[in-house]
């Protein structure tokens, strides 16, 4: 006899996460259903080898209907919320939506889950983020919040709803606290790929300065395609809880830019240039987790090193501009 596949619902599927756990999830033969929101264009650029086999279901986390008709008609085991508003910058200049999307839109697919099925087990993508001002080095899972952005707020928000619900409901809700986690699939606009995508224009000739802003932050950068088997492991646990997923080193992004132009042969004194937009109303200085609890209960632990990492964009992007202009395609960023 065949068991039936369980399948489960990635909110956030289009983002750089979102293709990678489902990934991880259709190679254990899951059932992979995908909330995307409407847009004006087509956005599977993360998922084009994997779209065929997914069920892509149309949804907001604006809009609870929305996320009530999808859970009833697709009866997801377990919901992974990625879907966020993410980016830090942008948490300034567009908070109430940021609230909107990354705070309140965790609850309302907590409430969809209450009424239609609260035996669905829940992901909360919540982040390093909160820990922002850091009161504590390393930080765990017991360390304080002191958000620095809106982002930051709305992810604490998220968080403590989700342990709220868990409390309250009974439901099997966990919280994964994930510090950075990077890949050729970042978004351009984040630091790692920018500097990653900004070294292949400048080797390839497309440009000759990467302009960025403050140069001294620290954080703990690990590999995304490591981060989401964490997640997938929370949703196995007899009991939901909340972890610290991190590398346990920290690094700058002075370090970051160091590696990356030095793996195309570049000395990023050269060529890096600071830039006051770039810089933050209120900066997160220091990020460096302590995943001990990760590894003794879930048994996760990270596979790829700083280097392999910074190496590996460094050499996705080298590719990817190349290709782009062997079809006369404008530079992305
Ligand atoms: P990402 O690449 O920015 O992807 C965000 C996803 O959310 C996209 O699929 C986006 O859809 C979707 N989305 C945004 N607003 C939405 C809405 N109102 N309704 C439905 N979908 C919406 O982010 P990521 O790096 O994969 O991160 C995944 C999650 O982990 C996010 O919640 C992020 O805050 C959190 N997190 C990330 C990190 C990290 O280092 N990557 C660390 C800690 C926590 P479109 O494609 O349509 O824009
Ligand atoms: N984006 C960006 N662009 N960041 C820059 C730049 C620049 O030109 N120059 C310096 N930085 C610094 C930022 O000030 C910040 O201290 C650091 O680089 C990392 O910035 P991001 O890559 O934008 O990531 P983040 O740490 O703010 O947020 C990411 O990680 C969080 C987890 O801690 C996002 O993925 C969040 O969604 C995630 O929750």
Not at 43 to 61: A, K, M, S, T, Y
Not at 121 to 145: D, I, N
Not at 264 to 276: I, K, M, N, P, T
Not at 297 to 326: I, K, N, Y
Request: proline residues 5%; negative net charge.
């Amino acid at each position: 006899m065949t068991s039936t596949p369980k399948r489960a619902l990635i909110t956030g599927i289009t983002g750089q996460d979102g293709s990678y756990l489902a990934e991880f999830l259709l190679a254990r033969d899951y059932e992979v259903v995908g909330m995307v929101r409407r847009s004006s264009t087509v956005n599977f650029e993360r998922l084009g080898h994997l779209q065929d086999r997914i069920e892509f279901v149309p949804g907001d986390l604006l809009d609870e209907v929305s996320l009530i008709h999808l859970l009833r008609t697709h009866r997801p085991a377990e919901v992974y919320n990625l879907a966020a508003q993410s980016f830090v910058q942008t948490s300034f200049s567009q908070p109430v939506l940021t609230a909107e999307s990354t705070a309140l839109g965790v609850t309302r697919v907590l409430d969809a889950i209450r009424f239609v099925d609260p035996t669905i087990r829940f992901y909360q993508a919540s982040s390093s983020e909160m820990f922002g001002k850091v009161v504590e080095v390393p930080q765990r899972e017991s360390t304080p919040f002191y958000p620095r952005s809106p982002y930051g707020v709305a992810k604490v928000y998220g968080h403590w709803i989700t342990v709220n619900y868990r409390e309250s409901y009974g439901l099997h809700a966990s919280s994964g606290i994930l510090f950075n986690h990077e890949s050729e699939r970042r978004g351009l606009e984040f630091v790692t790929r920018k500097i990653s995508y900004g070294v292949a224009k400048i080797k390839l000739g497309l440009a000759d300065e990467l302009r960025l802003g403050n140069l001294e932050a620290q954080r703990d950068w690990g590999y995304a395609g490591d981060y989401v088997e964490a997640m997938w492991l929370m949703l196995q646990q007899d009991e939901p809880g909340d972890y610290v997923v991190a590398t346990g080193e920290t690094h700058s992004v002075r370090e970051f830019c160091e590696l990356a132009f030095a793996h195309a042969g570049l000395d990023y004194r050269d060529h890096v240039v600071q830039d006051e937009r770039f810089f933050r109303p209120a900066e997160v200085d220091l990020l460096v987790g302590d995943p001990s609890k990760a590894r003794q209960v879930l048994g996760w632990q990270p596979r790829t090193s700083f280097p392999e990492l910074v190496q590996q964009m460094v050499d996705a992007d080298l590719e990817l501009v190349r290709s782009d202009l062997e079809r006369h395609r404008a530079p992305r960023l």
